[in-house]
Structure formats: structure tokens, C-alpha cells
């Protein structure tokens, strides 16, 4: 069995569950798996964050992963978003919005193709150069590639940045990628055909020259880079214990800070302070999900 495989994945969530009732785990499981797909790709069902719990913001949030995005990423992050006018969606931090974001990671591994589908994939994305890593590298926040080819995403404008690279992914066996067109009706760009590179993945990248027929923002030409997709790799990445992460990311104080400031990050003007908390709350939000995810292996 695979052990990025459905089957394996499955499993593993099954055993978060509980012993009892596996069978009706399972089908709740699956449920979530696919609630948590779409909610991550702007299609909310209601069924991931339900009104029960959740404010109308979060449950119906078509932009939630501009959110997701942010505390998964780097320094910048959330001033690129900020500058860039991208709307936050705060009501997600409470303790319990907390835990969800957590879990929709570990589920959307399971929505993603498993070893057998992903390998010959190959998939392009257009980034400032900055965003890309020579060498060997693991995947923090999830990225978006696409099937299109380089003519396509430039035609589509994906190619107006300064210093601009061209990112050309192929996948080998046992990568996990998020392929969108899985979602069938419910994928709400299908004309961008993408594919999500999750968090974890191991990549190698190697620059391959300029290409003068595609030109960035500046009018520079752009860096080619070949970059290798290979199975995740987390037992490498954080083996700090779980509770004393727990104990930073759950405190319901550091919630409350963190939750002010994204609400900040709607405003205009200048960029809010960041709470003391802050830096240190994202930090090891981003140790527990690959903790979580550690345990796929």
C-alpha cells in the first residue's frame, strides 16, 4: 500500500476518529474530504465549516484560501496581500476555526491524486524569481501550477511580474498533487486547468538560462527553471513536540491578537503592527500542520 495512497490516507484519518464505527467514520471521512476540496478552491458546501459552528463569513467564504495562504507562507506574505488588496477572512480564528484549518490540510491530501495518477504529470507556473528556490527544497505553503502550457498562462497574463521565472514541474513517482479538474463541476476556473503542489513536497530545481520570447513586467527576459517533483518529506522538516506547539497555537489570547490583526489587513492605508504573538503563533501553526501531516507516513 502506498503510503500516499487514498487508501493508506484514509486510514490514517479513520484512526484519528476512533476505533468505533469505522465504517460510518469512513463515509464521514470521505464526506470532509470532499467538503474540505471545495472549500479550499472557493466552492463551499456547508458541510466543512457549518453554520452551526461558524459565522455566514467562513462557511460561505469563496476566498478562505487567500487566508490559508497567508499562514502557510513566508515573511511577506501577508503584506503582498495586503498591497495587493486580497481580503482576509478573520471569523476563521477562533480555537476551533484553528483546528479546522489544521484538518483541511490532512484532508486535502486525501483528495489528491495518489502515487499511480501523479507520475508524468507536468505542469508550469509564472513567479517572480524570488519565489524560487535552486536546489533542493520542501514545499511550505501550497502552489499553484497549471497543465497550460508557457504560451497559455502568458497570453492569460500570469507573466506580468518583474524579474520574472518560468517554473517547469515534472512529477515522478509517489508525488501527491492537488489536479482541480477532480472537482469536476464544482472547479470553478477549469479554463485555468491547475494543479496544487501541497505542503511537503520535495522539490529539486535547476535554472536552465533566459528565454527571450517571454518577457516579464520590467521587459527583462525571463529565468527558465526545471524543477523535479518528488513524494513529501516531513520526518525531515519538524520534530518539535506537539504539545508545547499546541500550547502557542491554541491559547485563546494569541487567537484573539491574530484575529484583530487579519481584520486589520482589511483595512486601507498603511500596513497594521503585527501583535508581539504574532511571528511566533504562525511559525509554529505552520510546525503543527506538517506535525499532523507526519503522521501520513
Known sequence: MSKFGKEHLLKVLQTKAGEEGLRAASQVISQQIISAAKYYMGAPDGQYFTKKDFPDEVVNAKKAYITLNTILGGETAEMDRFQEG?????????????????????????????????????????????????????????????KLSVDEIMQLGYGNKNNLAICKYQFHEGAVAFDME??????????????????????????????????????????????????????????????????VVYNEENIREVRAFYEALNGQGEFPIEPDCYRDWKDRFQKLVFTELIKFI
Open 182 to 247: 477532480k472537482l469536476g463541476k464544482d472547479y470553478m476556473k477549469p479554463e485555468e486547468r491547475e494543479v496544487l503542489l501541497l505542503p511537503g513536497s520535495s522539490l529539486i530545481a535547476f535554472c536552465i538560462g533566459h528565454d527571450d520570447r517571454y518577457l516579464g513586467k520590467d521587459g527583462k527576459p525571463a529565468l527558465l527553471y526545471q524543477v523535479s517533483v518528488y513524494p513529501p518529506d516531513f520526518s525531515s522538516i519538524y520534530t518539535e513536540n506537539p504539545e508545547e506547539l499546541r500550547e
Open 86 to 146: 486580497k481580503k482576509q477572512v478573520p471569523e476563521l480564528f477562533t480555537p476551533l476555526g484553528v483546528e479546522k484549518m489544521i484538518t483541511l490540510f490532512m484532508h486535502l491530501y486525501c483528495f489528491a491524486s495518489g502515487a499511480d495518477d501523479t507520475a508524468g504529470y507536468e505542469t508550469v507556473r509564472a513567479c517572480r524569481q524570488t519565489e524560487v528556490s535552486e536546489g533542493e527544497s520542501i514545499v511550505g505553503p501550497l502552489t499553484s501550477t497549471t
